[in-house]
């Protein structure tokens, strides 16, 4: 996250696993699991290569409220552990998220742009491909709930318990939904989920947190294994703008959203970025800053992300390579055909 299931722990809740927690934990079962073979507190390859780079100072409404948030979120029970920490191919979730604001404000700051439209492209898939359905890197469930909703039964896996957390509570607001739902906490290069699905996603670049291609491999070939004969995967990429990776002092514009609880502006913004043209990976530092009505600045948090950039041709080899047939490649959500510096949407079939 190749999945090859080892010895299991004895299952104990999710209050014994991290004593941070201070509150007891009501019954939600058979909803949070974790994969054998994988692992949720980041791997120590990756973290070697991509320090994170998190120094935080929070003060203010939004920033005051994030520990209560993050207690009330802790709900789960059953969750099973593992000894594997993995195998060192993903970056650091231990960063953008790990949890703070990257994780609480992962829904407003994710979608727009160059996503434009990409959870009513899923939407559609599902209706032409049928499911069950598995999405890596399900985060916050903001791809999944929909999908739920829908009616299509769902398996979301991540690698990160905050991102889980977020998407748990969302289903405790929708108890109608738990019986299609099922979250995973594991890695999407290795991992066996003992169920074959009709449909695979990957959606708003996932796979390049994947920062080898080594990696990167496996994790197709497992996701194959996990399709049925004939099931289809829809894998969301960036395509490298080289000007905005190489560019002197050319970083993506500031993004801002309203905190939903305090009302404040709060603007996240790439302050430093590192690319390495070698491993095709980038490196950002980003910054969230909390404003007041008057403008002030009353709260700031850094954190980091390493992804990896993919060439079209390199990821059409990939597929090949990993028994899947590339049937449409799309540089956005309404169906344009490839452009330099957009999406890589492709949308595959697990030969037979």
């Known amino acids: 996250m190749v999945g090859v299931p080892q010895q299991l722990r004895p299952k104990r809740s999710v209050q014994d696993s991290d004593p941070r927690l201070e509150v007891p934990l009501p019954p939600f079962k058979t909803v949070l699991g974790r994969v054998p073979g994988g692992s949720a507190a980041g791997h120590a390859g990756a973290k070697d290569a991509h320090p994170a780079l998190i120094r935080q100072r929070r003060v203010g409404n939004a920033f005051a409220s994030l520990h209560a948030a993050r207690r009330a979120s802790d709900c789960l029970d059953n969750l099973r552990l593992h000894p594997d920490r993995g195998l060192g191919m993903m970056t650091d979730p231990n960063a953008y998220y790990c949890g703070g604001l990257g994780v609480e404000l992962y829904d407003l700051f994710?979608?727009?742009?160059?996503l434009t439209?990409?959870?009513?492209?899923?939407?559609d898939s599902a209706r032409r491909f049928g499911g069950p359905i598995l999405e890596l890197g399900t985060g916050t469930g903001r791809v999944l709930m929909p999908l739920a909703d829908a009616g299509h039964k769902v398996?979301?896996?991540?690698?990160?318990?905050p991102m889980l957390d977020r998407a748990a509570a969302k289903l405790r607001e929708r108890p109608e939904l738990t019986s299609r739902v099922r979250l995973v906490e594991g890695d999407m290069t290795s991992f066996d989920l003992e169920q074959r699905f009709a449909l695979a996603l990957v959606p708003a670049r996932s796979f390049q947190h994947v920062v080898t291609p080594e990696g990167q491999r496996l994790a197709l070939n497992c996701i194959r294994r996990h399709l049925m004969p004939g099931g289809h995967l829809i894998l969301d990429l960036f395509d490298p703008n080289f000007e905005l990776l190489f560019g002197n002092d050319s970083k993506a514009p500031p993004r801002e959203a309203q905190h939903p609880r305090s009302g404040h502006l709060i603007r996240r913004t790439v302050v430093a970025r590192s690319t390495d043209p070698f491993q095709q990976t980038v490196h950002e530092v980003l910054r969230f800053e909390e404003f007041d009505g008057a403008g002030n600045v009353v709260g700031s948090e850094e954190t980091s992300w390493s992804l990896r950039w993919n060439l079209r041709q390199e990821t059409a080899y990939l597929l090949e390579l990993t028994g899947f047939e590339v049937i449409d490649l799309y540089s956005d959500f309404g169906g344009s055909p490839p452009d330099y510096g957009r999406e890589q949407l492709w949308v595959a079939r697990a030969r037979q």
């Open 117 to 123: 439209g990409d959870v009513e492209f899923y939407l």
């Open 155 to 161: 398996v979301g896996m991540d690698i990160s318990r």
């Open 110 to 114: 994710t979608g727009g742009g160059l």
